[in-house]
């Protein structure tokens, strides 16, 4: 439906100061940090929740995505791994793939070779991890059940090396 317009929103050329001569063409793409890529990456990913939602049970999946990043949750690595062949396919739908530079599978709890041995993960410049603790310390579900762990963030080792 939107196809010619996404077309030659790509195609358009980058304006530099506002001024004419200062323009320069662009063959496809857009510009990095370009205010336009977080609303193309939406349309592009429009029904992707809807797609792992359906291959899952109830809470199966969790998914978050703000601009043109996104995050997939599962309880276990055979289920991540699902999802991430979902994702993939999903994206070659629309003539997309997967960064593999910047797709990682991890745990909050453990290190995994597949996350150069780290815990936790990293999502718009914060480190997520989780902490074993006692039950009395631990954080409580939406359903009031005390967990065994505590939820620990802050700013990631490259947010912090690039202030």
Request: glycine content about 8%.
């Amino acid at each position: 439906m939107f196809e010619a317009q996404i077309k030659a929103w790509l195609k358009a050329g980058i304006m530099d100061d506002l001024k004419e001569e200062m323009k320069t063409s662009n063959d496809v793409g857009t510009p990095q940090g370009g205010v336009i890529s977080p609303l193309l990456c939406n349309i592009a990913l429009h029904g992707l929740e809807t797609e792992l939602v359906k291959q899952y049970p109830r809470h199966g999946v969790k998914i978050v995505r703000y601009a043109d990043d996104f995050i997939v949750m599962c309880k276990t690595l055979k289920d991540i791994k699902k999802a991430k062949q979902i994702v993939s396919d999903f994206l070659a739908t629309v003539n997309l793939t997967l960064s593999e530079e910047k797709t990682r599978i991890g745990h909050t709890l453990e290190p995994m070779k597949e996350n150069d041995n780290r815990v936790g993960f990293d999502f718009l410049g914060f480190h997520f991890r989780q902490v074993t603790t006692s039950i009395h310390r631990g954080v409580k579900t939406t359903n009031g059940q005390r967990k065994l762990f505590k939820q620990i963030s802050g700013p990631s080792r490259d947010a912090t090396k690039n202030h």
